[in-house]
């Protein structure tokens, strides 16, 4: 008997039984990921996000898995054809490949030509010919021969010849080769081995599709394909630039009818016993069994195995884009500082933006210190009145066009006034023109034009990344590969996830969050987290998490999934500003009882907290982990997991491409992380690309293993090429730049950025001859 769901799930993640089934039972009731992985520990042994992530989705397979598996069930039951070795195959199928494949043979489908050589009666001669290949062909057939005739299905042409007659029974074997699951497997996971992968340009479209040059005359094993190449083919091909397809390695084109057979056309042979010793039948039956492989075995497998691959590219995809958004979201904060944005622009000018500690817009202003006005001095003076009116600590300043000229107006703005002490900050500012024509901006800011909501968005991301760019659609914060090419409901499903985990793991403040930010924390949706921020407006600030209570539409279930993530800082009870559930302030009280001291005098003493035994306060409600999560929290109460606030040094003097040298060594801050490497943001108007094989001096598989999105590294520049606006970046300090004359890069390794930056928003990146030469002895 097939494992249950439980069973499978358990197995997969090398967990128990009963942790798995508490995990499912409790998101079956509706608890959130994050709720589960912080506050029921002892239900499910202590399972954390990442795997519960993971049952999560699987659950969502083996769940639709077992419902088509009942309705085959059904579907074969009701056709009166069911037998107890298929059932006991069905049943033991474990993924939908298996099961569609014992399906095949009785599913539903429009008349075939095999179907209507069986009502011709023409079965017994195909199973005699199959049997006995010693059987003359043209001779068998003539028995068979009859005038068409009426059947409940329709007309039959009947059957006028021999020829008719075996071409009938032709179709008949080929159907049964073709649907013969076990045949199937085999050579799918043949096909998978050695199959090949090619393109060709289309003709005449050279010059169009000159984007995807790199693969005019392509070829590459299926089963070594990373994501972004496979997806550069797919889109390749949907936008009619490129032919795609399979074929066997030991084929160097498509299949040609007089080739002898392959080792395909050889399993099926052998798996229904067609063998050439020069029997009557023989020939004819080789004939079939190529047919069978050509029309519809590999025609099957090749649609199968390109989806497959498809699939699994946008997986992969996807979750580079989840591994950068976390990385994103989880930058350090600057922190509740005054802080002044500045939205970069040539003719309309620089945007200015000035909000408080709380993220309050306080001021704006538009300046024009760059081309056509030049008004340098006019724009110093009115950022330096901002910045002296408000007490501005923080510069943000977007990283779009004019920023590094901008950048360099607020260098002259804190050499000038050194008294402010001021500090300048280049962020990203992806998502922010998104972010400033969203309904949500409009309600949040609706005094303010649109340009000038960009740099509200650029200042707040600075103090909270997290907090700002929840407001704006995951997929417009542009830190993926090929986000459009993929499957947009997983796509959504996925951030939607890290962005969940995201918040929970941060905490918000209930009282100063807004409705974007509040919706993502756990068992909240959108319009219960208006109505706490309407709450909010009307009756002011909350006094306790008690309060959440008297929200409209929160009720308990909400309540108890929401309230952990929910701070309350300065209120009534100390607590509320931790993770600390509401349902554990009783034992909260019980262990102070017993200790003789108040929650005042208890938080943030690490020694007096650490002598305390979770042992003995433990009970059937609450276990060993949660009463030690509890200390930990009380220890550090409301202990931010997001690093210390660091920024990037951009070197005076290199603002553009062509001030860059090599062997210069710069600061600079990741800005994408891609399979092939990472792209740094070195304050040139142009990201440089640290290569896999530069990231460091071990070998790296993965780099988001080495590297992350907003990091500060340290960064050697090894090529410049101004032309083609590339530069190759390596994080291995010792690396020389390459001698003049050196070997070229190879293309299958120093194009991958190239293709990259072709097929999404990203800007193109160096090739580096040095770094391919070294991956390719990395390889050898």
Request: net charge negative.
């Amino acid at each position: 008997m097939l494992p249950s769901i439980e069973q499978r799930l358990a197995l997969e993640l090398a967990a128990k039984p009963a942790q798995v089934a508490a995990a499912v039972a409790l998101l079956d009731e509706g608890a959130t990921v994050p709720f589960i992985a912080r506050y029921r520990k002892e239900a499910t042994g202590g399972l954390d996000d990442i795997q519960l992530r993971l049952l999560e989705e699987r659950l969502r397979y083996l769940r639709e898995l077992e419902d088509r598996r009942a309705a085959v069930i059904a579907s074969i039951e009701e056709q009166g054809k069911m037998t107890p070795a298929l059932l006991d195959a069905i049943t033991h199928a474990e993924d939908k490949t298996r099961l569609e494949d014992l399906y095949l043979p009785y599913k539903q489908k429009r008349r075939t030509k095999a179907q209507i050589a069986a009502e011709a009666g023409l079965t017994e001669l195909a199973d005699a010919l199959l049997a006995d290949p010693s059987l003359n062909p043209e001779e068998e057939a003539a028995k068979y021969l009859k005038p068409a005739f009426t059947t409940p299905n329709g007309d039959n042409p009947g059957v006028a010849d021999a020829k008719a007659a075996l071409d009938g029974a032709r179709q008949i074997l080929m159907e049964r080769f073709a649907e013969d699951a076990a045949l199937l497997q085999s050579l799918r996971e043949y096909l998978t081995e050695h199959g090949v992968v090619e393109s060709k340009v289309v003709e005449g479209k050279q010059e169009a599709g000159e984007k995807f040059a790199d693969y005019f005359d392509y070829s590459e094993t299926i089963g070594t394909i990373p994501s972004h190449r496979a997806l550069a083919l797919f889109r390749g091909r949907r936008e009619e630039m490129l032919n795609v397809a399979l074929r066997l390695d030991s084929e160097e084109e498509k299949p040609k009818w007089d080739a002898p057979h392959n080792p395909c056309e050889a399993r099926i042979a052998q798996a229904f016993g067609v063998r050439n010793q020069g029997r009557a039948a023989d020939k004819w039956l080789a004939d079939t069994v190529r047919w069978a492989w050509r029309v519809k075995v590999f025609m099957h497998l090749e649609t199968e195995l390109m989806t497959r691959l498809r699939e699994q590219s946008e997986t992969e995809a996807i979750n580079v884009f989840a591994r950068n958004l976390k990385d994103l979201l989880l930058a350090a904060p600057a922190g509740p500082r005054a802080t002044m944005g500045l939205d970069p622009g040539l003719r309309t000018g620089v945007k200015v933006a000035v909000v408080d500690a709380t993220g309050k817009v306080v001021d704006i202003a538009t300046i024009y210190p760059h081309q056509p006005r030049n008004d340098w001095h006019g724009a110093l003076h009115t950022l330096s009145q901002l910045a002296e009116k408000h007490k501005v600590a923080l510069i943000s300043i977007g990283n779009g066009t004019a920023s590094r000229e901008t950048d360099k107006l607020a260098q002259d703005l804190i050499k000038l006034r050194p008294e402010l002490k001021l500090t300048k900050i280049v962020v990203s500012e992806a998502g922010a023109s998104v972010y400033s024509a969203s309904e949500f901006a409009s309600k949040e800011l609706p005094e303010l034009d649109v340009s000038i909501r960009g740099a509200v968005s650029i200042a707040r991301r600075l103090q909270d990344p997290l907090a700002e760019l929840v407001k704006i659609d995951p997929k417009s914060i542009g830190v993926g590969q090929y986000q459009h090419d993929v499957s947009q409901s997983q796509l959504a499903r996925s951030l939607d996830a890290v962005v969940e985990d995201c918040v929970n793991a941060v905490g918000v403040d209930v009282n100063t969050a807004s409705a974007p930010l509040l919706a993502r924390v756990s068992g909240l949706s959108s319009s219960v987290a208006q109505s706490i921020v309407s709450y909010r407006d009307m009756k002011g600030v909350f006094a306790s998490r008690a309060d959440l209570r008297n929200v409209p539409r929160l009720g308990d279930k909400t309540f108890e999934q929401a309230a952990g993530f929910l701070r309350v800082m300065s209120g009534d009870n100390p607590l509320d500003a931790s993770a600390v559930h509401p349902e554990s302030y009783p034992l909260v009280e019980k262990i102070l009882a017993d200790i003789k001291k108040d929650v005042k005098s208890v938080i943030g003493e690490a020694g007096l907290l650490k002598s305390i035994q979770p042992a003995k306060y433990a009970d059937d409600k609450f276990g060993v982990p949660t009463i030690t999560d509890i200390l930990k929290e009380l220890e550090k109460p409301g202990r931010d997991p997001r690093p210390e606030f660091t920024t990037a040094t951009f070197k005076d003097g290199v603002e553009e491409i062509r001030d860059l040298r090599p062997d210069m060594i710069l600061e600079g801050v990741v800005t994408n992380v891609a399979a092939f490497g990472a792209f740094v943001d070195i304050g040139v108007h142009q990201d440089g690309l640290v290569h896999i094989s530069a990231l460091s001096n071990t070998f790296v598989k993965d780099p988001h293993t080495v590297v992350k999105a907003g990091q500060v590294v340290k960064v050697k520049v090894l090529e410049v090429d101004e032309k083609r606006k590339r530069i190759a970046l390596t994080m291995r300090l010792s690396d020389a730049p390459p001698q003049p004359g050196a070997k070229p890069a190879q293309r299958g390794d120093r194009n991958d950025a190239k293709r990259l930056a072709q097929h999404q928003n990203v800007r193109e990146p160096a090739g580096n001859s040095a770094m391919a030469a070294a991956f390719a002895k990395l390889k050898s």
